[in-house]
């Protein structure tokens, strides 16, 4: 019986202790997918002069024709590009996904694509086929599109309110992990290599070989399982699974209250979201951050890496040590915010990492500027390449995917995650592609656009986004009301359930006799 496992637990606390289980699915669903993200957005850095001229030869070979250097530049954006709008293909995918498998479903689903993708960069060399390099960059981006909106949707539905922010960085960390590990493997002395860039794409099959053998013995989401699913028998197994101690009973009837202020248990489309002025605000708020999140420059920073520190003048044998410094300073950086959301929260982190990221993208128009007359301005031009890197991966490379899970109920968290992933994939696109256009065209004063965004973006954190630390759903929806000139009691009531024909723990009385 679902009350007989509740017996007991009447009047402890919800769990404020972060167990084995909550930590060990936090860590394998983000090492299978949030870190392939990373990884993928950093290989075709170091491998790519090697591509552009695996390229040149199928042309040569293949059509008896030369291409010239621009039109091997658009190819190989194309390449760097099209990971995007994969990304975004699956951001597309993630509501019907996580309504029809759950959130541990998609993950476990959305696992074969990468092997996939893996396969045709890896054999594309030995088939002479180009297509195939960009075919696979376009399925591992699909999976980064899906996974890249669910894993941060997954931890924040398992994780207690008081380690929601402390569980949602563990993604970043694996996003900054898997930069460091591409950049580590692209070194001349490991998989940096001519022969080798076709494994060096493809080695992304392993780490998602064992999430796909290990994440499917983990439960699901509770929330999904209680408010979307109606099942009370799994979604209190699910909360034993991951709290040792605490009072189960009082996170059922949270959800329970949440479950009741939802005008329907089915998940609403994303025209209903875009339309339901209830959430106008909160919508506003992704649609702010996510895109400032990606037209910060950080993307053309990790796309670009080598050629910025060759712009800045560092020697041409020193810019793969160097870009791998930055990325040993970038899961530094990611480890601090992580370790620190839960104490000074989520806006101080974004203002602060905003901030200091336009000052350095300022920084780095003047000191290219300056470099010709001083010569050790190339110095401080690295340092600020690095000081944007640290600034977005302490706070604005993980809080956004965490608040939009904050920032809306059950209901219309689905909708909410493709929003937001479209547009953050659109924009990573958008950068990826124009950056070296843009480059060539304004030179350094390209950084000045970047600059403008990260402030414009901090200034909204300070005065629009309010604290969520330590806040239920509820309490969050609630506080954004007032914003959307909405009654709290409205809030509360509206479409309310008739909870009569329920149970107290949300189920039907039939469905657990």
């Not at 493809?202 to 929330?223: A, G, H, Y």
């Amino acid at each position: 019986m679902a009350e007989e496992l509740l017996v007991g637990e009447h009047h402890a606390k919800i769990s404020a202790h972060l167990t084995k289980s909550l930590l060990a699915v936090a860590l394998l669903s983000s090492f299978g997918s949030s870190m392939l993200y990373g990884y993928n957005l950093a290989v075709v850095n170091s491998p790519a002069q090697y591509i552009k001229d695996f390229y040149n030869e199928t042309f040569v070979d293949g059509y008896d024709w030369t291409p010239d250097e621009e039109f091997l530049t658009v190819l190989y954006s194309l390449t760097v590009s099209i990971f995007a709008i994969g990304g975004m293909t699956g951001a597309l995918l993630v509501g019907r996904l996580v309504t029809r498998y759950g959130r541990k479903g998609t993950l476990v689903r959305a696992a074969g694509l990468v092997f996939i993708g893996g396969a045709l960069m890896g054999f594309s060399r030995s088939c002479r086929m180009p297509t195939m390099v960009i075919a696979g960059r376009f399925i591992t981006g699909v999976h980064s599109g899906i996974s890249l909106s669910v894993v941060p949707m997954y931890l924040g539905e398992i994780a207690p309110k008081n380690l929601r922010g402390f569980l949602g960085l563990v993604p970043s960390i694996h996003i900054c992990l898997g930069v460091f590990i591409a950049q580590v493997l692209g070194l001349g002395e490991l998989l940096g290599k001519e022969e080798h860039w076709p494994l060096l794409l493809s080695i992304v099959v392993f780490p998602t070989m064992i999430q796909l053998m290990l994440l499917p013995w983990f439960p699901e989401s509770p929330r999904y399982l209680l408010i979307e699913k109606g099942n009370v028998h799994a979604t209190i197994a699910a909360l034993k699974w991951y709290r040792t101690k605490g009072n189960i009973q009082a996170e059922v009837e949270e959800m329970q209250e949440e479950q009741r202020s939802l005008s329907s248990v089915q998940t609403i489309s994303v025209k209903g979201l875009l339309m339901d002025r209830c959430v106008r605000w909160q919508v506003i708020t992704i649609v702010v951050v996510n895109i400032g999140m990606q037209l910060s420059g950080i993307d053309a920073i990790w796309f670009y890496t080598n050629d910025i520190f060759k712009n800045a003048g560092i020697p041409e044998p020193h810019i793969q040590y160097t870009t791998v410094g930055t990325g040993a300073i970038e899961v530094i950086s990611g480890m601090m915010g992580c370790f620190t959301i839960e104490r000074v929260g989520r806006r101080p982190l974004m203002i602060g990492g905003f901030l200091f990221m336009g000052l350095c993208c300022a920084g780095i128009t003047v000191t290219v500027m300056l470099q010709a007359q001083l010569s050790f301005m190339r110095y401080i031009s690295v340092g600020c390449v690095v000081g944007i890197i640290a600034g977005f991966c302490i706070g604005p490379a993980g809080v956004p995917f965490l608040i939009t899970a904050e920032l809306f109920k059950q209901s219309h968290r689905p909708a909410a995650y493709t929003v937001a992933g479209c547009l953050n994939w659109l924009s990573n696109f958008t950068i990826g592609f124009l950056f070296p256009f843009l480059e060539i065209t304004m030179g350094p004063y390209c950084y000045l656009i970047f600059c403008a965004i990260c402030l414009g973006v901090a200034l909204y954190t300070t005065f629009v986004i309010p604290e969520t630390r330590n806040k239920t759903f509820m309490e969050i929806s609630q506080m954004f009301a007032a914003k959307n000139h909405i009654l709290e009691e409205e809030l509360i009531s509206n479409g309310h359930l008739k909870m009569s024909m329920m149970n107290g723990y949300g189920a039907m009385e039939d469905e657990i006799k």
